[in-house]
Structure formats: C-alpha cells, structure tokens
T-cell receptor, first 112, second 118 residues
Framework: AQSVTQPDIHITVSEGASLELRCNYS??????LFWYVQSPGQGLQLLLKYFSGDTLVQGIKGFEAEFKRSQSSFNLRKPSVHWSDAAEYFCAVNTGGFKTIFGAGTRLFVKA | EAGVAQSPRYKIIEKRQSVAFWCNPI?????LYWYQQILGQGPKLLIQ????????DSQLPKDRFSAERLKGVDSTLKIQPAKLEDSAVYLC????????????????FGNGTRLTVT
C-alpha cells in the first residue's frame, strides 16, 4: 500500500537559519508530490507540487523541494527561516488514483 | 476567487448526540473531499465526491457517518451517534480535477470544523 513518512515530528530552528523537512514515500512508480502548510486554526495551503520534469521545484514563500527518485524522497527546504514560517508541514502524494495521502506532519518551531 | 467555506468553526457535543457540518467548495470545482484530522496526525480521507457521485468512501465509518452532495455543489457530513474518538478537525477540500483527467490538481482546503465530543 502507498504510504508517506515524515520522520520528524517536530523541528526547531533559529530565525535566519536554513531548514530541511524530510519526506519519504512508498510507491512503485513516481507519484504526484505535494507539500502543504497548516497554520494554527487554519486549513492546509499548498506550498508546491511536483509532477514531472525538473526535480527541483520552487514554491511560495521562498520554499523549494527536491525530488530524488533513488531515495523515494521529496524534501522541503528553505535557505532562511522567518518567524512566520512556524506551522505544521504536510507532505502528500497522489499515486494516479483519486486519493491523496498525507504524512503525519512535521511541526516547525522558530526561535528568535 | 472565494475559498472553500465551512461551518461551524467549532462544535462541542456529548457522546451519542448527532452533529452536521457544512461545506461550500470553490465555484466550479467538481471534486469535493472530507478529511478527518485527529490531533497530531495528518488528514485522513473520509469521502470523495465527483460532482454529486461518491468516488471513494472506503474509510468512512458508515454505521455512524454519512455525507451527501446535493446538486454537485454544497456538501454536508453527519455523525450520528458521535463517539469520543470522533473528536477531530473535519476538513473540507475541493479541486478542479475532472473525471478521466490527470490527478495533479492540488486540493484547496477550508479552515475546518473542530469537533469536541465529551
């Protein structure tokens, strides 16, 4: 069965430091890949998506993600974190059917 | 464009009571989803509609949960009777995905309804 793993339940980074959130998926082919962000009390907002082509994709708010087929990974990165980036981040995959599966999420804390 | 609207934002009920949630998707979006998000977990799909037909309800606890999407627009999700473990945020999402086309349309989420069952 398809699955999405986000190994880090929470991560704390200092403001201005770089960030990498990990995501691994289990699927026999290349799925459609997404990163969403959820602020407290809000719904999920799409940060970026990967379907095909260039394996480094750019998203909103200065985020980027890199698809690595050999590692079945789609890690999210940001060069310099801002305090407003504190939120929960979800990796999601769609394997060509109708269902989008979400990981358990990584909560990001930003310290001044 | 107007986003996905959900109501109410919060609901507190006692176990064995019933509750209903409402969702209005983005205009023109054919596909509508209800997700359950338990604290500390990612969203779990409960049911998916394509226009007013059900595409996937394999994870919907049908003995207590029901959902409908009349006229292919608004949708309601009902729980009757509620259990303590139903405490969660219920998220509605929509996408412009059409049947038979690619599955790369992102989901647009509402702000959710936080349900507390006591």
């Amino acid at each position: 069965a398809q699955s999405v793993t986000q190994p880090d339940i929470h991560i704390t980074v200092s403001e201005g430091a770089s960030l990498e959130l990990r995501c691994n998926y289990s699927y026999g082919a290349t799925p459609y890949l997404f990163w969403y962000v959820q602020s407290p009390g809000q719904g999920l907002q799409l940060l970026l998506k990967y379907f095909s082509g260039d394996t480094l994709v750019q998203g909103i708010k200065g985020f980027e993600a890199e698809f690595k087929r050999s590692q079945s990974s789609f890690n999210l990165r940001k060069p310099s974190v801002h305090w407003s980036d504190a939120a929960e981040y979800f990796c999601a995959v769609n394997t060509g059917g109708f269902k989008t599966i979400f990981g358990a999420g990584t909560r990001l804390f930003v310290k001044a | 464009e107007a986003g996905v609207a959900q109501s109410p934002r919060y609901k507190i009920i006692e176990k064995r009571q019933s509750v209903a949630f409402w969702c209005n998707p983005i205009s023109g979006h054919a596909t509508l989803y209800w997700y359950q998000q338990i604290l500390g977990q990612g969203p779990k799909l409960l049911i998916q509609f394509q226009n007013n037909g059900v595409v996937d309800d394999s994870q919907l606890p049908k003995d207590r949960f029901s959902a409908e999407r009349l006229k292919g627009v608004d949708s309601t999700l009902k729980i009757q009777p509620a259990k303590l473990e139903d405490s969660a945020v219920y998220l509605c999402a929509s996408s412009s995905r059409q049947g038979g086309q690619g599955n790369n349309s992102p989901l647009h989420f509402g702000n959710g309804t936080r349900l507390t069952v006591t």
